[in-house]
């Protein structure tokens, strides 16, 4: 296996955590903008508070290490499609800041429709490009980029549904809530099922990952109605990210011709072993600390 | 059907390999150079608040934890509140300024991204780093001890300034590029370390640390002193107000005199090493020995070749001793030049006026240890007046400095080597992207700031009644 192997793994690695962990705050603000109730929004505020920047890094990782690694494919999809992706990034601003403008100044209301139409903004432009690279297109407009488009977003909805109806039952006062969100999941999971089957087909994919998926996405369905939480978040996510890797298979990338030097991608894996000594454990702090229930209530002053 | 245009991106997309042709047209090229300008200058403020803020809440915070006062408690939680909105902004716009580094200049990565690609990756980690623990340290206020707390806050600051310290070698990088063999065109022989730490990085990393301190210390400061001429015309004394200000502007005030110095290195340093950006920013028109030294309308003779080389008659280059298609825009250069040290000068006087005040008042009543906010430092109206500008001074200075740094590089993207027009994306547009952007920015400074007014409004809940110093440990 050569460097430039290894570093297009690590790609793949960075885009699957940032399908499974970005990609679920976008759903999350999709969720937010379609529900009317105070007390959904209430869930999908305190889920993503303290976690979306971490897990937004993951698309710089995967930035970073693509025009590290591969300078020339980083510069010609960059600027080839330049606008749905300065959309994307306009849409990253959007959504980052009126989250935190919104829960700082809640009495402007205009903050909440513009972080839900960012949020979807943001994945439909990042799956169009996506799938237009994938499948050798030249436009995000074309009909694949549009089904890809569509697509990511409706993964990133039915991820973020099956996530929070956890967090709806450790943070929302009564039960509504965790069975409006358990409701989000089925009718999300049986509609990305309906359009990632069509698409599967027509693009001729015949990887052994789309059974994975497909499995995956009716274990998660019986999880789901059977309530068994914790084990649908692991289910729901490995049939989203096998259709990332599906579609990865499906591209065919042979990019060793465009990976940049030996010595640069070793000094990169060095620092990212050691950053990831350091990273790895913070991060699940982070996670550990808060899921785990309420605040207790430490004195602070 | 300009809308049109900018929609319909594909057909015509060019690839990369014409970026060398140089396909984009004046108005785009001119739209990109600008987007990237204005997109940075204004990421730089936010990412000097996202290093400066964390820092003086730490200090805030320890103070509250040492002497158990309730006024620095109260001041760290609100300072810790906007950290968490200006962070989010500033990570986002960071965000913007890594798509154009492929949207805007595809040319420039395609040829030297894995050259300084390196240095990005670090910034990345340390970035990652340093949003864990701003998760950490703002939500887990009530989570953790109070010493654990701000013991989470340690990292962010750290990694804050490592983040920014490798942004920083990247752009050093460009001004001496080093770490690669050119053969024919093609990168060869890279050396990413070498890249990382090419001559100008220490210097440029140092001035801009010191600068974003010196941005966002005196930039809450000015806040405050706002509020205390406002007590003052009241007839009020507000501790709160004055710790406020005192906080921040004493890390500015140590700032200032340390930037000076590194001002002088800075100088120096280009000087030695891009001596066209020198002349361009002391406005050194021919090349002469004894250069006079030129100050807006003033004029000193053989006091720049003094200063510089220690010998009032030392030959100094002018710009019409470099070809002319490698000249920067001087003019503008030299403004931003003198608009920094004017600035600069203010901050250092005002500092001057803080400290020895500080320090001579202290002696004077012969006290020691804990400082005496009330009966120590100069609350004179005069001095608050002129500390209210000094936020925006700070500003002007970095901005301004930061346009002697890029400006005076013109017209290369890597001194020497590459330049901009090489780099810039082929693909038509660019400028209606630029149009964009800048109805976004405006939206988001005008909602950044009204948020933040809005947060400063809302009474924060009273601090409990019971004293505090029983809960705090020794």
């Known amino acids: 296996m050569s460097y430039s192997d290894v570093a297009l793994g690590l790609i793949l690695l960075g885009l699957s955590a940032y399908l499974l962990f970005g990609g679920a705050d976008f ?44 300078p020339p494919v980083f510069a010609e999809i960059m600027s080839a499609h330049w606008v749905p992706l300065s959309l994307a990034a306009l849409g990253i601003v959007a959504r980052g800041s009126t989250f935190v403008f919104a829960k700082a100044a809640p009495d402007q209301r205009w903050h909440a429709p513009i972080f839900g139409v960012s949020s979807v903004l943001t994945p439909y432009c990042f799956g ?26 409706a993964l990133c909805a039915y991820l973020a549904a099956v996530y929070l109806i956890w967090d709806a039952r450790r943070l929302a006062p ?36 789309m059974l994975v998926s497909a499995v995956a996405g009716l274990v998660s369905l019986v999880l789901v109605v059977r309530r068994n939480l914790l084990a649908v978040r692991v289910t729901g996510a490995l049939a989203v990210v096998t259709v990332l ?18 010595a640069v991608l070793q000094v990169v894996f060095v620092a990212l072993g050691v950053g990831a000594l350091i990273l790895v454990p913070s991060m699940a702090w982070l996670f550990v600390l808060f899921q785990r229930g309420a605040p207790q209530q430490v004195e602070t002053r | 059907m300009s809308l049109l245009l900018l929609l319909a991106d594909a057909p015509g997309a060019a690839p990369v390999a014409d970026a060398a042709r140089g396909a984009a047209s004046p108005a785009d090229f001119m739209a990109a150079r600008q987007q990237m300008a204005f997109t940075l200058g204004f990421h730089i403020v936010l990412a000097s608040i996202g290093i400066g803020l964390p820092a003086i809440t730490l200090l805030a915070e320890w103070r509250s934890l040492r002497t158990g006062d309730t006024v620095y408690a109260e001041l760290a939680r609100r300072w810790m509140k906007a950290a968490g909105v200006l962070f989010a902004v500033g990570a986002v716009s960071g965000t913007v300024l890594s798509f154009e580094m492929g949207t805007l200049w595809p040319g420039f990565m395609d040829k030297y991204g894995q ?58 990088w460009m001004n001496q590029p080093r770490g690669f063999t050119l053969v024919n065109g093609e990168v060869t022989d890279v ?10 990085t220490p210097v440029q990393a140092v001035h801009l ?33 004055r710790l406020g200000f005192a906080v921040p502007f004493s890390l500015g005030a140590v700032c200032a005199p340390l930037q000076v110095l590194v001002g002088d290195w800075a100088t120096r340093f280009v000087a030695d090493n891009q001596p066209i950006k020198f002349a361009a920013m002391e406005g050194v028109e021919h090349t002469q020995a004894g250069q006079p030294f030129k100050f807006a309308i003033f004029e000193i003779p053989n006091a720049l070749s003094l200063m510089l080389k220690f010998d009032a008659h030392a030959t100094l280059r002018g710009l019409d001793s470099f070809p002319a298609d490698q000249r920067p825009p001087a003019e503008v250069v030299r403004t931003g030049f003198e608009l920094m040290i004017v600035m600069g000068m203010f901050l250092l006087a005002l500092a001057a006026w803080w400290g020895l005040t500080w320090f001579l008042r202290r002696r004077a009543a012969g006290r020691v240890g804990e400082l005496n906010a009330r009966a120590d430092l100069p609350w004179k109206p005069w001095f608050l007046r002129a500390a209210t500008v000094a936020g925006v001074a700070a500003v002007i200075a970095m901005e301004a400095g930061w346009t002697v740094t890029e400006v005076g590089r013109q017209p290369w993207i890597v001194y020497g080597v590459m330049r901009v027009e090489e780099a810039v994306n082929p693909n038509p547009g660019l400028r209606f992207g630029l149009y964009v952007v800048l109805v976004v920015y405006a939206v988001l400074a005008a909602a950044t700031i009204s948020v933040l007014r809005r947060m400063r409004r809302r009474p924060e809940p009273a601090a409990p009644a019971d004293s505090p110093k029983e809960k705090v440990p020794a």
């Open chain 2, 191 to 200: 050396d990413p370390l070498a890249a990382m730490f090419n001559p100008a």
């Open chain 1, 245 to 262: 890797w599906g579609a990865a298979e499906m591209s065919g990338l042979d990019l060793d011709a465009a990976a940049a030097h030996d």
């Open chain 1, 174 to 209: 009564d039960a509504d809530v965790m069975l409006r969100f358990r409701g989000y999941a089925i009718l999300s999971g049986i509609a990305v099922g309906l359009l990632a089957l069509p698409g599967a087909v027509s693009f001729g994919v015949h990887s052994p990952l």
């Open chain 1, 128 to 153: 169009a490009v996506a799938t237009t690279v994938a499948t050798g297109g030249t436009s995000w407009l074309s009909p694949a980029g549009v089904y890809g488009g569509v697509l990511t977003t």
């Open chain 2, 115 to 172: 050259v300084f690609g390196a240095a990005f990756a670090l910034e990345g980690l340390a970035f990652f780093i340093e949003a864990i623990f701003m998760g950490v340290y703002l939500y887990g206020w009530d989570r953790l001890s109070p010493r654990a707390h701000f013991l989470t806050g340690i990292p962010v600051v750290i990694a804050g300034i490592a983040s920014a310290s490798f942004v920083v070698t990247v752009n050093s």
């Open chain 1, 27 to 70: 759903g999350a603000g999709l969720w937010h903008m379609v529900s009317r109730r105070r007390s959904d929004k209430e869930v999908v505020e305190h889920a993503m508070g303290p976690l979306w920047e971490a897990n937004h890094v993951w698309l710089i990782f995967v930035m970073v290490m693509t025009w590290t690694a591969f």
């Open chain 2, 209 to 241: 640390i010191l600068a974003s301190l010196m941005v966002c210390g005196f930039l809450v400061a000015s806040v405050y002193a706002v509020a205390l001429l406002r007590d003052r015309k009241a007839g009020r004394v507000d501790r709160y107000n």
